[in-house]
Every structure is written in C-alpha cells, then in structure tokens.
T-cell receptor, first 114, second 114 residues
Framework: DGGITQSPKYLFRKEGQNVTLSCEQN?????MYWYRQDPGQGLRLIYY???????QKGDIAEGYSVSREKKESFPLTVTSAQKNPTAFYLC?????????????FGPGTRLTVT | AQSVTQLDSQVPVFEEAPVELRCNYS??????LFWYVQYPNQGLQLLLK??????LVKGINGFEAEFNKSQTSFHLRKPSVHISDTAEYFC????????????FGKGTLLTVNP
C-alpha cells in the first residue's frame, strides 16, 4: 500500500535531549512537509522540502532541523533549543497534478518531553 | 499573506441534524481551498477541495462546501450528521501562484450527540 509512515506513534524524552522523528513516503511525491499541532492552534508549518537536498524554513522553524537526502525520507530533529517541544507532529507529502499540489498526511507522532 | 478563520472552535449537534462549519479566508490572489478531517490521534484526511469551476463541491462522507468569492468564504455543510462524524475539521488555503504551501485555520471540533 502506498502511504506515509511516521514512527514511532508515541515518543517520550527528557528535557535537554535531541530527538529525531521519522517520516517515510512511498508515493513518489516530490514535496514533503512537517507540521506541529497544538490544541486550538491548528497546524503550523515547521519545514518543507520541494526537492531532494533542498528545504526551506516554515513559520516556526526555530529549534528544529531537517534533512532531505532521499526522496522518500524527511526526518525532523527536535533539538534542545526548542523551548516547548511537547506536541503532535504531522508529516505530509504532495505532488503537483496539473500544477496543483494536494497534501497527504501521515498518522502523526505525539512527542512528550518532561 | 494569506490567513484562514474558522469562526467556531466547537460545534455540538444532535445526530441526524444538519451542520455548517464556517470558514473565511483572506488572500490577494486566486486561491485553492481545502477541507480536511482529523479523527482523534490520527493524521488529516482530505474531505474536499475547490480548485476552479463550479462553486459547489462535493466530498467524501456526504459533505459539501460552497465557494463564495465575494464573501471570501468556503463553508462546509452536511444535511444529516452521524455519530461517526465527530472529529476536528480544518479549512486550508493555498495561493494559485505558489500552491505547494497550505495555510490552515485553527480547526472546528464537531461533536455529534445521540
């Protein structure tokens, strides 16, 4: 089945540790995205990548880093510099069809930092 | 810059009643509009989208939405809801020029009561 995989579903870390969230897609999509979701805040864009080896900051990139070494993979690292890392993280991917991008989402990873 | 306003953070309704979830957007360019649904602890699933053409668009699960350019609105409707429609609903907009990015509203929690 084609889709987007995020692992693990739940992740617990101690404050001060870096943690990497996995996102893999087998849809052959060019673009990939990371969003952060907090209650009542909707989705906020952290980073996005339109092509391998290239990525851009979104609206809330501080304290996060990404890499895009392969088309299928777009891991997100939550660094110790992120002041409030506990949240639900969603990965998405998209491809242009007739010039229009439609985003597909993974199941999400819930990160809890204590 | 684009923005999306979902006018109601919570909408409680009884089963088999009609429902309307309101969405207004602001953009200085032509837009594409989307509604997504999120069930608890899951990713987002596309309900429907407006790209061009007919202003009334039909989606999955019996939902439909109407694009109103003069009122910059894209309200979501369903004539008769089921318990299983209980979820959070997000309206999103992308601009026609660089449509690989989405701007999301803060979401509306629809609760269907028996």
């Amino acid at each position: 089945d084609g889709g987007i995989t995020q692992s693990p579903k739940y992740l617990f870390r101690k404050e001060g540790q870096n943690v990497t969230l996995s996102c893999e897609q087998n849809l052959n999509h060019d673009a990939m995205y990371w969003y952060r979701q907090d209650p009542g805040q909707g989705l906020r864009l952290i980073y996005y990548s339109q092509i391998v080896n290239d990525f851009q900051k979104g609206d809330i990139a501080e304290g996060y880093s990404v890499s895009r070494e392969k088309k299928e993979s777009f891991p997100l690292t939550v660094t110790s510099a992120q002041k409030n890392p506990t949240a639900f993280y969603l990965c998405a991917s998209s491809i242009a069809v007739s010039g229009i991008y439609e985003q597909y989402f993974g199941p999400g990873t819930r990160l809890t930092v204590t | 810059a684009q923005s999306v306003t979902q006018l109601d953070s919570q909408v409680p309704v009884f089963e088999e009643a009609p429902v309307e979830l309101r969405c207004n957007y602001s953009s200085s360019v032509s837009v594409y509009l989307f509604w997504y649904v999120q069930y608890p602890n899951q990713g987002l699933q596309l309900l429907l989208k407006y790209l061009s053409g007919s202003t009334l668009v039909k989606g999955i699960n019996g939902f439909e939405a109407e694009f109103n350019k003069s009122q910059t609105s894209f309200h979501l409707r369903k004539p008769s809801v089921h318990i299983s429609d209980t979820a959070e609903y997000f309206c999103a907009v992308s601009d026609g020029g660089s449509n690989y990015k989405l701007t999301f509203g803060k979401g509306t929690l629809l609760t269907v009561n028996p």
